[in-house]
């Protein structure tokens, strides 16, 4: 059964601090991950997908990489801004028939201090 | 852009009530979910559908149930509410399987 692992579970770090966030998985037969950022009372924004094909994606200043031979993602939030303050989950698709069904990790709470 | 709304954002029940949680997508989605999330826990799927008139059950699906007659709509029902249903309800939304998930703003639903 697919687990997935995120740590820390919060971090806080000053304004202008590269970082990198964690996410971990036990099954490396995956599809595909996705990083999401949710912020307080709002539902989940989707932000960078990796296949299981590809090595990393970039969106701006966000950076997320897939080892899938050791079950892991990093998502690298270059110049955090207080605007970043979120928590960040990843989640991940699995193979086979029918499993259309992405496993979250319990996420990551970052808060970045001005 | 509506993207996936979710009614209502709030609502208190008492134990042994019944209500629906509506859901609706304006992207011509197929594939629909919906998740609980507990404090301090991962989303939890409770059912899933890849098209109309097409849903599977996910990991959590004890005392729910779902429909889906339209490719827009997926409502979760909740029959004969208990406590361990209090959670945070989203819905969400991929054009197929393997793509971008696209979330509501959630349900918040306290069972008391």
């Known amino acids: 059964k697919q687990e997935v692992t995120q740590i820390p579970a919060a971090l806080s770090v000053p304004e202008g601090e590269n970082l990198v966030l964690n996410c971990s998985f036990t099954?490396?037969?995956?599809?595909?991950l996705q990083w999401f950022r949710q912020d307080p009372g709002k539902g989940l924004t989707s932000l960078l997908l990796i296949q299981s094909s590809q090595r990393e994606q970039t969106s701006g200043r966000l950076n997320a990489s897939l080892d899938k031979s050791s079950g892991r993602s990093t998502l690298y939030i270059a110049a955090s801004q207080p605007g970043d303050s979120a928590t960040y989950l990843c989640?991940?698709?699995?193979?086979?028939?029918?499993?259309?069904?992405?496993?979250f990790g319990t996420g990551t709470r970052l808060k970045v201090l001005a | 852009n509506a993207g996936v709304t979710q009614t209502p954002k709030f609502r208190i029940l008492k134990i042994g009530q019944s209500m629906t949680l509506q859901c609706t997508q304006d992207?011509?989605?197929?594939?629909m979910y919906w998740y609980r999330q507990d404090p301090g826990m991962g989303l939890k799927l409770i059912y899933y559908s890849v098209g109309a008139g097409i849903t599977d059950k996910g990991e959590v699906p004890n005392g729910y149930n779902v429909s889906r007659s339209t490719t827009e709509d997926f409502p979760l029902r909740l029959e004969l509410a208990a406590p361990s249903q209090t959670s945070v309800y989203f819905c969400?939304?991929?054009?197929?399987?393997?793509?971008?998930?696209?979330f509501g703003s959630g349900t918040q639903l306290s069972v008391l």
């Open positions: 099954d490396s037969a995956i599809y595909n």
């Open positions: 969400a939304s991929s054009y197929s399987g393997n793509e971008k998930l696209f």
């Open positions: 989640a991940v698709l699995g193979l086979g028939p029918g499993t259309y069904k992405y496993i």
């Open positions: 992207m011509n989605h197929n594939y």
